[in-house]
């Protein structure tokens, strides 16, 4: 979909050939003579259109020329969070219409925030799964036009967006690929498709090296499946090299049996979403190819089949890992942290600033926070508080939780020097727990996406978080880092995150 920003009036709104009008009104007064206006102002002094944010009027425009309809969307306070419920439920509507050339303007002038929400919030509501349906419904919009009543005063906001709505975009779609659809050799493809953009270099390593660099955890979860093991490598290189990059794992299971340990039947289909870890990497780096900005960032995926097969890694097994401690697999379904393991040992190669791995960990975790929130699990202070700003700025949100040393003592082994689970209680501080052994080295942070990754029921796929939480940290947007925020040294978490805003321009 092409997004296009414009500095539009009301009147010119109905001038523009859009198919489709969808303007967004705040409690503050809208003045105009243009009929538009006037049947705003008449609206609302008849109490038709409630200040609520996300009440619609979709209506019959009596006009010689110009769109047929308009919906008017009540934005409330203008909040990002109003906007996007706003703008969700407006373009939604205005989708059953089958608008090619919908437009979509402020009657007043946005925060950036809020134009950014609803740039998010237009391409979620237009995304439409087609890949694997005979007789799939195309989403109709082919442009979209954002009117607001000066263009140039937000438009680097705006361009920031588009290209993370591309990037939250990528993810969904890989996530919602069946397994069999996207395998691990399918998603390392998709990777170097990426690389097709200028900065980004892509590096695939098979079965053959893996065991080289004796990622025993990684190869012992895959060797189950008769898919080969994959482990991507991306690099975004857009400041100097001598600048240490930012390293993101993302867990890419394409499909989650639970191995020997095997699940139970009940919505197994759902662990086809056991790669959106790696999807949210994958769709950083999509943005990051259009966005250009000036940081370095690394992408580390490990990406292969829990399967049960007479090959399987058993309970009791116990496996070495590329650091060279050894972990009893004392369930086969606690497999992301075996495969995330020997990725976090493999980050240390890149002197990073900061890792971040995202994975779809724990079953407790969504329990622990639900879909609202992602778990985030970090011993550095610094690191995680701007992690939650970057949540809280992009409405990707995410709650930290503690790592206290008792929450490890579970995972005690007779046979190895750690058991792969602890007991029942806490499962996901206790999973991050794990991870924490691998991250000696570095700044580390973790994010338990299983609970935001992607939605169950009637709504059910893959949502593209927290692919706008991450760029938001990566690009060190000003919202993610008030001043309030900022540390006395000055220094930013992300390594360069603020001078990336500065010295951000297009090569
Ligand atoms: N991929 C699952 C986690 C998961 C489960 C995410 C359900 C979303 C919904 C992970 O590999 C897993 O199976 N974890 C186990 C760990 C347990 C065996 C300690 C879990 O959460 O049950
Ligand atoms: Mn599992
Ligand atoms: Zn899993």
């Known amino acids: 979909m092409n997004f296009q920003l414009k500095t539009l009036s009301l009147v010119q709104a109905t001038a523009d050939k859009a198919d489709a009008l969808i303007v967004l009104v705040g409690e503050g007064a809208v003045t105009g003579k243009d009929p538009l206006s006037a049947l705003l102002a008449k609206v609302r002094a008849a109490g038709d259109l409630p200040d609520k944010a996300g009440k619609l009027l979709n209506l019959y425009l009596p006009l010689a020329d110009g769109p047929r309809s308009v919906v008017f969307a009540a934005i409330g306070d203008g909040k990002d969070s109003s906007v996007r419920s706003a703008v969700g439920a407006a373009v939604s509507a205005a989708r059953a ?76 779609e890989l996530g919602n690929r069946p397994a069999n659809h996207c395998t691990p050799t399918m998603l390392a493809e998709a990777a170097q498709g990426l690389a097709r953009a200028p900065r980004i270099k892509c590096e695939v390593l098979g079965p053959k090296e893996i065991a080289k660099l004796g990622m025993g955890a990684f190869a012992g979860v895959a060797q189950g ?34 191995g020997v340990s095997l699940k139970p039947a009940a919505e197994m289909d759902e662990m086809k979403f056991d790669m959106c870890g790696a999807a949210s990497v994958l769709g950083v780096f999509r943005a990051l190819g259009e966005l250009r900005p000036a940081i370095n960032v690394v992408g580390l995926v490990p990406t292969c089949e829990n399967m049960n097969d007479g090959k399987s890694v058993k309970p009791g097994d116990v496996l070495t890992t590329m650091s060279g401690q050894t972990v009893e697999v004392l369930n086969t379904d606690a497999e992301g942290r075996l495969i995330l393991c020997d990725a976090l040992t493999y980050a240390k190669r890149f002197a990073p600033s900061a890792v971040i791995d995202i994975a779809t960990l724990t079953g407790a975790c969504v329990i622990a926070l639900g879909g609202v929130r992602s778990g985030l699990f970090s011993p550095d202070d ?32 007779n046979f190895a020097d ?50 706008g939480l991450l760029l938001n940290f990566l690009l060190g947007d000003p919202l993610a880092q008030p001043s309030a925020g900022r540390t006395k040294t000055g220094k930013t978490a992300a390594g360069g995150g603020r001078t990336a805003r500065k010295t951000r321009a297009r090569a």
């Open 382 to 413: 610094e690191l995680a508080a701007a992690l939650e700003r970057a949540g809280e700025a992009s409405l990707d949100r995410c709650w930290r939780m503690p790592l206290d040393d008792e929450y490890g003592e579970g995972l005690k082994s």
């Open 97 to 172: 219409g089958k608008p090619v050339r919908l437009a979509v303007v402020f009657a007043q002038a946005p925060t950036s925030g809020a134009l950014r929400a609803a740039v998010l919030a237009s391409s979620d509501a237009c995304y439409a799964y087609t890949a694997t349906k005979s007789k799939a419904e195309p989403n109709p919009v082919r442009q979209l036009i954002m009117g607001v009543p000066d263009a140039a005063a937000v438009q680097a906001e705006f361009d920031t967006a588009v290209g993370t709505a591309a990037g939250i975009e990528f993810a969904k």
């Open 225 to 258: 499946s008769n898919e080969p093991a994959r482990f991507i490598v991306l690099h975004y290189q857009g400041a100097p090299k001598t600048q240490a990059p930012v390293v993101l794992v993302g867990k890419g299971i394409t499909f989650d049996t639970g």
């Open 418 to 467: 750690m058991g792969n689970i602890a007991g029942r209680a806490a499962g996901a501080v206790t999973a991050a727990k794990f991870l924490q052994k691998f991250s000696g080295d570095f700044r580390w942070a973790h994010l338990d996406i299983a609970g935001t990754a992607w939605k169950s029921g009637a709504a059910k796929g893959a949502t593209g978080r927290p692919v």
